[in-house]
C-alpha cells in the first residue's frame, strides 16, 4: 500500500520557519517527480513547488519562490519544503504528492498519489 505521511506542520510566527517532510512508502518514488500543494480555508488546493525526480529541476508558485525551497533525498524515499520568511497568507494545510511522470509538474491531475496533509498556521 503506497503512502505519503507529511510531518512538520505548526504555528509559527510571521518570519518564522518551518520545515515540512513527506516520507513515501510501499514503493520507491525515485524516478517520479514529486511535489507540494496548499489549500486554505475556502480556497481551491493550489500547486506551491515541484521537484524533478534527481533533485536537478524545481519550480515555484510566484508567491513563493526565493522563501521555499523544495528538495529531496531518493535514498530516504523522502522529499522537504524549507519554508522561510513564512507569512499570514501562507496558512493553509499543506500536502505532498507524487507525479506520474519524471519531470517538474504543475497540475493536480499531474500527481497520482497524495498525503493527507499538514497544517500550517503563520501568526501574525
Known amino acids: 500500500q503506497v503512502q505519503l505521511v507529511e510531518s512538520g506542520g505548526g504555528l509559527v510566527q510571521a518570519g518564522g520557519s518551518l520545515r515540512l517532510s513527506c516520507a513515501a512508502s510501499g514503493r520507491t518514488f525515485s524516478r517520479n517527480a514529486m511535489g507540494w500543494f496548499r489549500q486554505a480555508p475556502g480556497k481551491e488546493r493550489e500547486f506551491v513547488a515541484t521537484?524533478?525526480?534527481?533533485?536537478?529541476?524545481?519550480l515555484y508558485v510566484d508567491s513563493v519562490r526565493g522563501r521555499f525551497t523544495i528538495s529531496r533525498d531518493n535514498a530516504k524515499n523522502t522529499v522537504y519544503l524549507q519554508m522561510n520568511s513564512l507569512k499570514p497568507e501562507d496558512t493553509a494545510v499543506y500536502y505532498c504528492?507524487?507525479?506520474?511522470?519524471?519531470?517538474?509538474?504543475?497540475?493536480?491531475?499531474?500527481?497520482?498519489?497524495w498525503g493527507q496533509g499538514t497544517q500550517v498556521t503563520v501568526s501574525s
Open positions: 521537484i524533478n525526480w534527481s533533485g536537478g529541476d524545481t
Open positions: 504528492a507524487a507525479a506520474q511522470g519524471a519531470y517538474v509538474a504543475t497540475r493536480r491531475g499531474d500527481y497520482e498519489f
